[in-house]
């Protein structure tokens, strides 16, 4: 049986940024797409009316996409707002009467992590929670204790089945196309294992700072930021066996079962650095010791990864912006011919943002008489950067009831069980300056072999 289709969305922390950067300019593409049309009610501690309410979406997408008149039109139609204290019965009442009628409402909660449950018992007071769904932004919990005990407080309100926890990495075009890649080339999948890859990279990098979220980066920090959910994920997609089936639950299967592989982290396998003038930043402690910059080295203990590193490297105030994967294959056994030249290369480099690259490394023969090679790159896939934006697709198969691109409860907290033993100051911090590479120490310690493998920056960018 089909699962309905939500018939209200409300979303929690609808003043915040967020909201104004991903949530409005998402909901009118689902509206321009023919894919939204239901009541939208937004809750916030802020004392708005539904006109300043309204005026905060219309500045939102004139600057984050621009403006579509009829579908902003549409979305004005059916916008509603609430203004209350999320510990108050008096505003899920206040909701309440928005939702009369409603039997499949979906709650976004666009809000820090230790409101969740909050939130969640508020709406099963007031009989919101019936036949709903709840959608939570990342990171769910501070660490694996945490994420045990917010998963069983929501499951006291909600099903496992509708819970949809996000991970916007998860709704990002490029990031699927990682395991069609995979999947659909048996050339590729053939030599996708340990005899045949030597080492993987991932790059996360930031070209700028943590700006006015000083206060709320103080209490996440690169690792619970991006290391636990974004990069993990993308390891997920990049190793993963292939699923048994199309449906959601072999997909979602085959990225818990490899993230139960993944081996916990030791303090010899992270390096942790933060920008100089971070500690200058408002709402940042000025002894802080929370990381801006992480490297970790990670191994999965199954069978076809046994003994090829995973090397992830996040971080701020790095030289460019962009996300980028490189699958280094082995090197081979003997020398082509004679051959005195640099050693050979093979390699796949998948850039998943700002722009899509998929591209091969290979080794072709210079000409003339002596069989001497040199290294080519082959740009294999292009994307045009038009595709449908990650919370536009997210928010529309949450309403949907499509758990597919959403993390499970056990996938959740192997992620959390492989950094949870080098959270915190277990590991030392190293300064490093604005536009570099991290700290000096991250070419030193934990390089892949071959050394790290440096993004390029996309002009402009």
């Known amino acids: 049986m089909d699962a309905p289709h939500s018939d209200a969305l409300v979303f929690f922390g609808a003043t915040g940024d967020l909201a104004y950067k991903q949530i409005f300019p998402a909901l009118q593409a689902l509206i321009r797409h023919g894919r939204l049309d239901m009541p939208v009610v937004g809750i916030a501690k802020d004392d708005w009316s539904l ?36 510990e108050s019965p008096e505003t899920f009442a206040k ?15 666009a809000i820090p992590p230790s409101l969740f449950a909050t939130v969640a018992e508020g709406l099963a007071k ?22 045990k005990v917010l998963n069983a407080t929501l499951h006291r309100f909600f099903s496992e089945e509708a819970v949809f926890r996000i991970d ?37 990098a930031e070209r700028f700072g943590v700006d006015s979220r000083g206060k709320l980066y103080e209490e996440l920090g690169a690792i619970r930021d991006v290391v636990q959910n974004h990069m993990l994920q993308v390891i997920a ?20 079962r490899l993230l139960k592989s993944t081996r916990t982290l030791a303090p010899s396998d992270v390096l942790r650095g933060q920008y100089r003038g971070y500690r200058q930043t408002q709402g940042v402690a000025p002894d802080s010791q929370v990381e801006t910059f992480a490297a970790a080295r990670f191994y999965i203990d199954n069978d076809r990864w046994a003994g090829v590193p995973f090397h992830l490297r996040a971080g701020k105030c790095l030289p460019v912006t962009v996300t980028e994967v490189l699958v280094r294959f082995k090197r081979p056994r003997r020398p082509v011919l004679g051959d005195a030249g640099p050693p050979l290369v093979n390699y796949y480099r998948f850039r998943l943002n700002p722009e899509v690259v998929l591209a091969l490394g290979a080794n072709v023969k210079k000409t003339g008489e002596r069989m001497v090679g040199e290294p080519i790159e082959l740009v294999a896939h292009h994307e045009p950067p038009d595709e449908m934006k990650p919370y536009e697709r997210l928010l529309g198969d949450a ?62 960018v």
């Open 51 to 86: 006109d300043q309410f309204k005026a905060r979406a219309k500045d939102s997408v004139e600057k984050h996409g621009g403006i579509d008149t009829a579908a902003f039109e549409k979305l004005c139609s059916l916008l509603n707002y609430v203004a209350g204290d999320y």
């Open 95 to 109: 909701l309440g009467k928005y939702l009369k009628g409603a039997k499949s409402p979906l709650h976004y909660l």
């Open 126 to 147: 007031t009989g919101c929670a019936e036949n709903a769904r709840v959608m939570l932004e990342k990171p769910f919990g501070r660490d694996l204790a945490s994420a």
């Open 168 to 204: 916007h990495f998860l709704g990002r075009e490029p990031v699927q196309n990682l395991i069609y890649f995979r999947f659909a080339n048996p050339l590729v999948e053939a030599g996708w294992n340990s005899r045949h890859i030597e080492s993987v990279q991932i790059t996360m």
């Open 237 to 256: 997609h990049l190793a993963m066996d292939c699923p048994s089936g199309k449906d959601p639950c072999s997909l979602r299967d085959e990225r818990a």
């Open 399 to 460: 309403a949907n009831g499509d758990p597919t691109l959403f993390v499970r409860e056990d996938a959740v907290e192997s992620s959390w069980r492989v950094v949870d033993s080098i959270l915190g100051n277990v590991t030392p911090l190293y300064e490093y300056e604005p536009n570099t590479w991290g700290p000096p120490e991250a070419e030193k310690a934990l390089v892949p072999e071959g050394g790290w493998h440096n993004p390029e920056p996309t002009e402009g």
